[in-house]
């Protein structure tokens, strides 16, 4: 994917973190997704603004050629976090409203959006930039925190600290970055291809330039007008299958 991308040459891959023991509230695999974030945002310094991509993820077919001139604009912005894909529960009609609404004018217009993280994101770490001005603040929030009494995963926390003002977060939207859907999760809600896969849909609606499977149950929402009531339909068979 980075080769396809000409990005090999400046990447790196972190090794993931494992542990035997789990942080206080989360499973074995959340926590080892959680480590592993922490410790390469602990690892980062003021140099330079750091792409941090999960094992999972899909980019949109120019993400190589974009990235550059993205990090230029990010580090004369006061934003401390980019996230380049989030997650949209299934269930957050309103929102999902809003941004297949914002989909069709960005298809009319070629416009895309920074939206605020406060209130936009929702959760989702398989894409995001640490801008170089704002390391040593993201640092210090990680380090303010007592995880022997209580653990969020990463995304949770950022959604946290986006919310309470303590760190500035913006989406770029549509989406530079994906779930990759022919993998599988370790997560715990999506062990099962099929839900993988489905999860994976959800996302990718809303990558830039990402052309939905013939299969893809989210297929009608892009090809209608958004509406509550496609969004509903798309909930039913999300539900159907998550419980196959």
């Known amino acids: 994917m980075l080769i396809k991308q000409r990005l090999d040459n400046y990447s790196e891959r972190f090794p993931g973190v494992l542990s035997s023991n789990t ?25 330079e603004s750091t792409v941090i991509l999960e094992d999972d993820v899909c980019l949109c077919a120019d993400f190589g050629g974009r990235i550059q001139n993205l990090i230029a604009k990010l580090e004369s912005m006061d934003i401390d976090i980019l996230i380049l894909g989030q997650t949209v529960p299934y269930h957050n009609l309103t929102k999902h409203a809003k941004l297949l609404s914002l989909l069709g004018k960005y298809k009319e217009n070629g416009k895309r959006f920074l939206l605020d993280a406060n209130p936009h994101y929702s959760y989702g770490t398989f894409g995001y930039i640490v801008n170089r001005n704002s390391v040593i603040k993201v640092k210090d929030v990680l380090n303010g925190l007592d995880f022997s009494r209580s653990a969020k995963q990463m995304d949770e926390l950022l959604g946290d600290c986006f919310r309470q003002g303590v760190l500035k977060g913006r989406i770029i939207f549509p989406y530079l970055a994906g779930v990759e859907p022919s993998l599988e999760s370790t997560m715990f809600d999506r062990t099962a291809a099929r839900n993988h896969a489905q999860h994976a849909e959800l996302v990718n609606i809303y990558l830039d330039g990402y052309l939905p499977s013939p299969l893809s149950s989210w297929e009608k929402i892009i090809s209608e007008s958004p509406n509550l009531h496609a969004l509903e339909i798309c909930r039913s068979i999300y539900l159907t299958l998550n419980h196959e």
């Open 23 to 47: 942080l206080n509230g989360m499973s074995i695999s959340e926590t080892g997704c959680f480590l592993s974030h922490h410790s390469l945002i602990m690892s980062l310094n003021t140099s």
